[in-house]
């Protein structure tokens, strides 16, 4: 059973729209990150943060950006959404300096 | 571009056989190699990492073989089983805690 958990499980936007996706992590995971994976894809590195500061950011542009809480909780926001972006987002989180990622099973989000 | 190049794309292997999936890098800076197992509809779930001071990581039935000379790893499934089927990603990051990069992925089919 994952210790991630990701809401709403699957969502529907019109282009243009704004989007705000939750994860909420392990207890004592400092580290989350997000990826976005396309259909038939492998995921693709979105942006990390590590005790509430981004301390990465992969190909992505700025409207995609996130926040991390206090308590391990944690937001995806897409603005100006794009038929592009329609994948299934997965959250991941990992304690302080310890390898292995515990994924959550994602939202699937479409843009119409 | 694709930091982490996975094949084959898909196999079938039939119950009892050796699935074997192969990954490929460039990056000399990635010290951390973990496979991922995919069901449809969740999140990847970590199945074994390798570091590269080792050549060989095995976990039950699960082995990660590690070539450094050769930027390449593998993952080696042995007494496949029909519960096996999945998709299987490798991944490779650099510093720990760091950005995972997926290949594209392999869907393996076990066959009773």
């Known amino acids: 059973e994952t210790g991630v958990t990701q809401s709403p499980t699957h969502l529907i936007k019109t282009r243009g729209q704004q989007v705000t996706l939750r994860c909420s992590s392990q207890?004592?995971?400092?580290?989350v990150s997000w990826y976005q994976q396309a259909l038939g894809q492998g995921p693709q590195f979105i942006f990390q943060?590590?005790?509430?500061?981004?301390?990465g950011r992969g190909n992505f542009p700025p409207r995609f950006s996130g926040l991390q809480f206090p308590n391990y909780s944690s937001e995806l926001n897409v603005n100006a959404l794009e038929l592009d972006d329609s994948a299934l987002y997965l959250c991941?989180?990992?304690?302080?300096?310890?390898?292995?990622?515990?994924f959550g099973s994602g939202t699937r989000l479409t843009v119409v | 571009q694709q930091q982490v190049k996975q094949s084959p794309q898909s196999l079938i292997v039939q119950k009892g056989g050796i699935s074997i999936i192969n990954c490929a890098y460039e990056?000399?800076?990635?010290?951390?190699f973990p496979w991922y197992q995919q069901f449809p509809g969740k999140g990847p779930a970590l199945l074994i990492a390798?570091?590269?001071?080792?050549s060989e990581k095995k976990e039950g039935r699960f082995t990660i073989s590690f070539n450094k000379s050769a930027k390449q790893f593998s993952l080696h499934i042995m007494d496949s089983q029909p519960g096996d089927s999945a998709t299987y990603f490798c991944?490779?990051?650099?510093?720990?805690?760091?950005?995972?990069?997926f290949g594209k992925g392999t869907s393996l089919l076990v066959t009773p």
């Open positions: 991941a989180s990992s304690s302080d300096r310890v390898y292995g990622y515990t």
């Open positions: 207890s004592g995971h400092n580290t």
């Open positions: 943060y590590y005790r509430e500061e981004e301390n």
């Open positions: 990056n000399t800076a990635f010290d951390y």
């Open positions: 390798i570091r590269p001071d080792v």
């Open positions: 991944a490779a990051s650099k510093n720990s805690g760091y950005a995972l990069n």
